[in-house]
C-alpha cells in the first residue's frame, strides 16, 4: 500500500516551454503533498506543500510564478514549471500524507527534467 | 526552525562489516527523526522512524537506529552490510505541528566486496 507514482519519469523540454509533472497516489487519499527538489548527489529541498483544494504554500526563495502546483483532487497533484531554463534542470520529487499527522509522507520515484 | 548534519558525506565498508552513518540534528521543538534510503535514479523508502516511545528503532533491511536526546543525533547502524545497501541515506527531521520535512545532505554508503 501507499503507493505515489510520477509521470514522466524523465521530460527534455526546450528552453522557454512550459512543462507539467504529475504525482498520483494511488491506493490512498493525499490530503497533503510535498514538492521536493534534487539538483545532482545533494540533499531534498522542499519547494511546496499544497493541501487539496488550497492553495499551495511555497518556501521561502521559491518562484510561485515560475512553478505552479495544483492540487485539484485527493490523488492528483502537478507540478508546471513555466518558461524553464536550463538552470530548472533538476530531478524533481513528489511525496504525499493521508494523515499528516502521522507525520509520515510517501515519496515519488521522481521526474528527471532536462532542459536544453 | 530544525537543521540537520550528516557529518559523512561518504562511507566507505567492506561487506559484512557493521556500518554507523551520522545523524545530528537540532530543533527548538519536539521532533520526528526518519531515515531514507534512495538508490539510483529512484525516490526515497523509509528505513525507519522514531516518533515516540523506544529509542532504539529498528527498520527494514536489518537497520536500526537509536534515538539520543541529550546529543541531539540518530544514528543509523546495521551490523553486517551487504553489496545491496550501497546507495544514498538521508536523514530528516520533522517539528511537532509542522508536517514538513528537513533534509541532511544524505551519506553515500558504498559497499566494497
Known amino acids: 500500500g501507499a503507493v505515489v507514482s510520477q509521470h514522466p519519469s524523465w521530460v527534455i523540454c526546450k528552453s522557454g516551454t512550459s512543462v507539467k509533472i504529475e504525482c498520483r497516489s494511488l491506493?490512498?487519499?493525499?490530503?497533503?503533498m510535498f514538492w521536493y527538489r534534487q539538483f545532482p548527489k545533494q540533499s531534498l529541498m522542499l519547494m511546496a506543500t499544497s493541501n487539496e483544494g488550497s492553495k499551495a504554500t511555497y518556501e521561502q526563495g521559491v518562484e510561485k510564478d515560475k512553478f505552479l502546483i495544483n492540487h485539484a483532487s485527493l490523488t492528483l497533484s502537478t507540478l508546471t514549471v513555466t518558461s524553464a531554463h536550463p538552470e530548472d534542470s533538476s530531478f524533481y520529487i513528489c511525496?504525499?500524507?493521508?494523515?499528516?499527522?502521522?507525520?509520515?509522507?510517501?515519496f515519488g520515484p521522481g521526474t528527471r527534467l532536462t532542459v536544453t | 526552525a530544525q537543521s540537520v548534519t550528516q557529518l559523512d558525506s561518504q562511507v566507505p565498508v567492506f561487506e559484512e562489516a557493521p556500518v554507523e552513518l551520522r545523524c545530528n540534528y537540532s530543533?527548538?521543538?519536539?521532533?520526528?527523526l526518519f531515515w531514507y534510503v534512495q538508490y539510483p535514479n529512484q525516490g526515497l523508502q523509509l528505513l525507519l522512524k522514531?516518533?515516540?516511545?523506544?529509542?532504539l528503532v529498528k527498520g527494514i533491511n536489518g537497520f536500526e537506529a537509536e534515538f539520543n536526546k541529550s546529543q541531539t543525533s540518530f544514528h543509523l547502524r546495521k551490523p553486517s552490510v551487504h553489496i545491496s545497501d550501497t546507495a544514498e541515506y538521508f536523514c530528516a527531521v520533522s517539528g511537532s505541528g509542522t508536517y514538513k520535512y528537513i533534509f541532511g545532505t544524505g551519506t553515500r554508503l558504498k559497499v566494497l566486496a
Open positions: 530543533s527548538s521543538v519536539s521532533v520526528y
Open positions: 522514531y516518533l515516540s516511545g523506544s529509542t
Open positions: 491506493d490512498f487519499q493525499a490530503t497533503t
Open positions: 511525496s504525499a500524507s493521508d494523515r499528516p499527522s502521522s507525520y509520515e509522507q510517501y
